[in-house]
T-cell receptor, first 115, second 109 residues
């Protein structure tokens, strides 16, 4: 299993600013992911955070808007850049243990409100 | 395209049984997951099915038919704490998870 800590848990941000969300896993994991969940909707994968190389982004998400770092096997950050009200959402960090089909564990999420 | 369908909302009575269905069309199949998500919280893992049949885990069971592209989550002896959203997710041939929109389950006394 894996315990994932995210911070901040919530924040209110001004339009045009940027915010970095941190994700810490209590054990080394090969796969880490960042998801977005808008109110009342399911999870949308933003990107896979790759250790030691650039993140792999899903269609509709770009590095300039959502830069991601992953300096080691237990930590990752997601930055939401130049925020607009449309970025108001819950951002979830997740990690997979036990290979490609292993269980996905989630952090508590970071609820961002952009004014 | 890839698609996961599940009902938007269901209502059931405390102590009863409820079945939440999930149908899918994906590029390949490497298993189906069910997650529970309470309001304002992160999703938590409930079950994983990769072979046809029923997997039972306490009050919760999950069924899979790969030929029909169909799964269900069965919750027995419902408790008020079971009020949550239930997310169906299928892992495709690239080991990517395709998520359903979730089923909001409302339990009434």
């Amino acid at each position: 299993s894996a315990v994932i800590s995210q911070k901040p848990s919530r924040d209110i941000c001004q339009r045009g600013t940027s915010l970095t969300i941190q994700c810490q896993v209590d054990s080394q994991v090969t796969m880490m992911f960042w998801y977005r969940q808008q109110p009342g909707q399911s999870l949308t994968l933003i990107a896979t955070a790759n250790q030691g190389s650039e993140a792999t982004y899903e269609s509709g998400f770009v590095i300039d808007k959502f830069p991601i770092s992953r300096p080691n096997l237990t930590f990752s950050t997601l930055t939401v850049s130049n925020m607009s009200p449309e970025d108001s959402s819950i951002y979830l960090c997740s990690a997979r243990t036990g290979g490609d089909t292993g269980e996905l564990f989630f952090g508590e999420g970071s609820r961002l409100t952009v004014l | 395209g890839q698609n996961i369908d599940q009902p938007t909302e269901m209502t059931a009575t405390e102590g009863a049984i409820v079945q939440i269905n999930c149908t899918y069309q994906t590029s390949g199949f490497n298993g189906l997951f069910w997650y529970q998500q309470h309001a304002g919280e992160a999703p938590t893992f409930l079950s994983y099915n990769v072979l046809d049949g029923l997997e039972e885990k306490g009050r919760f069971s999950s069924f899979l038919s790969r030929s029909k592209g169909y799964s269900y989550l069965l919750l027995k002896e419902l408790q008020m704490k079971d009020s949550a959203s239930y997310l169906c997710a299928v892992m495709d041939s690239n080991y990517q998870l395709i998520w359903g929109a979730g089923t909001k389950l409302i339990i009434k006394p």
